[in-house]
């Protein structure tokens, strides 16, 4: 009874898989234009973080790419770049320095730039 509901589980699992596989694998150049909706976030994101971060979150001789596997959603989540904003960071993963609290965003305008930099990720298929 049990093995056959794990059983039942397993086949989902293989029938969901290259359903999810092939959504991922579908091409999108690092050239797609930002959809509307991260727009916001994305003005932002250049008038208060890509002079270190850089353009498009590549980063800089100042600050690390955030379009980066350590950056990912699991390992520095939607708060981290609250609290980055905040209370600056001390720094810890690179060679770069600390980053400075940054007094020109708002938690709204962390939010936005936050999903803006989701959707870089998602483009270069960190996550
Ligand atoms: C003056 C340069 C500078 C600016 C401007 C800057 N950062 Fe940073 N940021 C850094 C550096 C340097 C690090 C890496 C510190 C380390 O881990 O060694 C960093 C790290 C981070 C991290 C990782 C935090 C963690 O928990 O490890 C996030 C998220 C982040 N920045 C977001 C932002 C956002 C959002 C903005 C704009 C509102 C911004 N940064 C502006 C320099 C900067």
Not at 50 to 61: A, Y
Not at 99 to 116: E, L, R
Request: net charge neutral; hydrophobic share 40%; glycine share 10%.
């Amino acid at each position: 009874m049990l093995a056959a509901r794990i059983m039942g589980v397993l086949i989902l699992a293989f029938v969901a898989m290259p359903a999810c596989s092939e959504g991922e694998t579908t091409p999108k150049s690092a050239t797609t234009p930002v959809p509307a909706e991260f727009q916001p976030g994305e003005a932002k994101f250049n008038a208060n973080c890509s002079g270190c971060h850089g353009t498009g979150g590549m980063g800089t001789k100042q600050g690390p790419a955030l379009v980066h596997k350590i950056y990912e959603p699991n390992h520095h989540g939607d708060a981290a770049f609250q609290r980055a904003a905040a209370n600056g960071v001390r720094a810890h993963h690179w060679e770069f320095g600390n980053m400075p609290k940054i007094d020109t965003v708002t938690p709204d305008d962390v939010d936005q730039i936050t999903k803006y930099v989701r959707w870089l990720q998602k483009q270069a298929g960190i996550f």
